[in-house]
């Protein structure tokens, strides 16, 4: 059984950092595509970042949405089963529940049913 469990959420100022992490179990995490995904009250689940393995598994490939570009970075740890989250200047419209989401195929996708497993989210408020 695929798990996924986010943490690092939290209430920040405008122009902060948060870091959020995503621990996985019950999969072969290096087989897997992984993405953020961010919810706002009232509006619809938006991709925010995903990362791939390469084909020869010695490095990554990565995308953004251009409203993260240049202030996030997505980033896995195969070796302790995380992916993570790095966002830095911070603003108030990225203040929404983030989700982490695996996707049983090695390539990327922006779109939330190209994922298979989700976490239960957590809380990103970013104050003005």
């Known amino acids: 059984q695929v798990q996924l469990v986010e943490s690092g959420g939290g209430l920040v100022q405008a122009g902060g950092s948060l870091r959020l992490s995503c621990a996985t179990s019950?999969?072969?995490?290096?087989?897997?595509?992984m993405g953020w995904f961010r919810q706002a009250p009232g509006l619809e689940r938006e991709f925010v970042a995903a990362?791939?393995?390469?084909?020869?598994?010695?490095?990554?490939?990565?995308t953004y949405a251009d409203s993260v570009k240049g202030r996030f970075t997505i980033s896995r740890d195969n070796a302790k089963n995380t992916v993570y989250l790095q966002m830095n200047s911070l603003k108030p419209e990225d203040t929404a529940v983030y989700y982490c989401?695996?996707?049983?195929?090695?390539?990327?996708?922006?779109?939330?049913?190209?994922?298979?497993?989700w976490g239960q989210g957590t809380q990103v408020t970013v104050s003005s």
């Open positions: 989401a695996a996707r049983s195929r090695v390539q990327i996708r922006e779109a939330p049913h190209e994922y298979d497993y």
């Open positions: 019950g999969h072969t995490f290096s087989n897997y595509a």
């Open positions: 990362i791939v393995p390469t084909i020869a598994w010695t490095d990554v490939l990565t």
